[in-house]
């Protein structure tokens, strides 16, 4: 059964840094791409960054770009974000995604992964 199992959120003040882990098992996905999306109440769930299988090709969303970082260890079958620079309007559940298929480019559409984590609240206070 493969699971995406995200960690690492929590309540942190404006300006403050986390680090989000996604660890995958049930299978290998070292040949996957992986993103994070998040969904803020009321809103729906958006792309936020993703990185290739290789980890050498990486992309994200303008709100976050110059503040998050994505990237990962497939030795590990993890993956990571780092948040920096955190705005309370980066408040939301992240969720881990996992593409089914391999050696394929970045995508930032939520159709475009077949699985994915439970999710971890990331709160923000100003």
């Known amino acids: 059964q493969v699971q995406l199992v995200e960690s690492g959120g929590g309540l942190v003040q404006a300006g403050g840094s986390l680090r989000l882990s996604c660890l995958a098992s049930?299978?290998?996905?070292?040949?996957?791409?992986m993103a994070w999306f998040r969904q803020a109440p009321g809103k729906e769930r958006e792309f936020v960054a993703a990185?290739?299988?290789?980890?050498?090709?990486?992309g994200y969303a303008d709100s976050v770009r110059g503040r998050f970082t994505i990237s990962r260890d497939n030795a590990k079958n993890t993956v990571y974000l780092q948040m920096n620079n955190l705005k309370p309007e980066d408040t939301a559940v992240y969720y881990c995604?996992?593409?089914?298929?391999?050696?394929?480019?970045?995508?930032?559409?939520?159709?475009?992964?077949?699985?994915w984590g439970q999710g971890t609240q990331v709160t923000v206070s100003s």
């Open positions: 995604a996992a593409s089914g298929r391999h050696f394929q480019p970045i995508n930032i559409m939520i159709y475009d992964y077949d699985y």
């Open positions: 049930g299978r290998t996905f070292s040949n996957s791409a």
């Open positions: 990185i290739n299988w290789s980890g050498l090709s990486t």
